[in-house]
């Protein structure tokens, strides 16, 4: 089945302690984005990127990086600059041609700080 | 501040009855509008989506209603199961990019059976 993959479904940090998110597509989509999402607050853009090698910085960034060296895979490591992590973290992606594009989410990633 | 906002947190109807969702938009330039539906612990997932050269637009029992003049959204769920439990956001595009996506905080549908 085409879809977008997130792991792990918990992850808990540790003061100081970096830590990776996965997210996996393979729905050839080039465009793939990261997202913050806390209780009764709309998800908040934290980085997205186009196309393969190349990202660009969301609305909240800070203390946050990602990489994009396949079109397949958009890793996003919370560093220790992030205060609070806590949050459930959504990865999506979407088509770049054309005006009009929805996006497709994945299952999440619930960060919890230790 | 939110652009994209929702005229009730909660809603709570009886199974078999038609539920209404608002959401209200603060831009008029906004073109693209999309409605989401989240269960708890797992992602959004698309529902429907209206362009503003639309005024209705209908799925499987679903219609989203778009009103430009007092910049309004709906979506209407008929005969609403227990299954559609979940809260709903819409969403707004400003500028044609997804990464242009304003989500708004969400409706949490309960559906009593």
């Known amino acids: 089945d085409g879809g977008i993959t997130q792991s792990p479904k918990y992850l808990f940090r540790k003061e100081g302690q970096n830590v990776t998110l996965s997210c996996e597509q393979n729905l050839n989509h080039d465009a793939m984005y990261w997202y913050r999402q806390d209780p009764g607050q709309g998800l908040r853009l934290i980085y997205y990127s186009h196309i393969v090698n190349d990202f660009q910085k969301g609305d909240i960034a800070e203390g946050y990086s990602v990489s994009r060296e396949k079109k397949e895979s958009f890793p996003l490591t919370v560093t220790s600059a992030q205060k609070n992590p806590t949050a459930f973290y959504l990865c999506?992606?979407?088509?770049?041609?054309?005006?009009?594009?929805?996006?497709?989410f994945g299952s999440g990633t619930q960060l919890s700080v230790l | 501040g939110e652009s994209v906002g929702l005229h009730l947190p909660t809603l709570s109807v009886q199974e078999g009855d038609n539920s209404i969702i608002n959401c209200a938009y603060s831009?008029?330039?906004?073109?693209?509008f999309i409605w989401y539906k989240q269960e708890s612990g797992k992602g959004p997932q698309f529902i429907i989506d209206i362009r503003s050269n639309m005024d209705k637009r209908q799925g499987q029992r679903v219609t989203v209603l778009l009103n430009k003049t007092v910049k309004h959204l709906s979506l209407q769920i008929a005969a609403t199961q227990p299954g559609d439990s979940a809260v709903y956001f819409c969403a707004e595009n400003m500028e044609g990019g997804s990464e242009k996506l304003v989500f708004g905080k969400g409706t949490k549908l309960t559906v009593n059976p």
């Open positions: 831009n008029s330039a906004s073109d693209y």
């Open positions: 999506a992606s979407s088509s770049v041609g054309g005006q009009f594009r929805k996006l497709f």
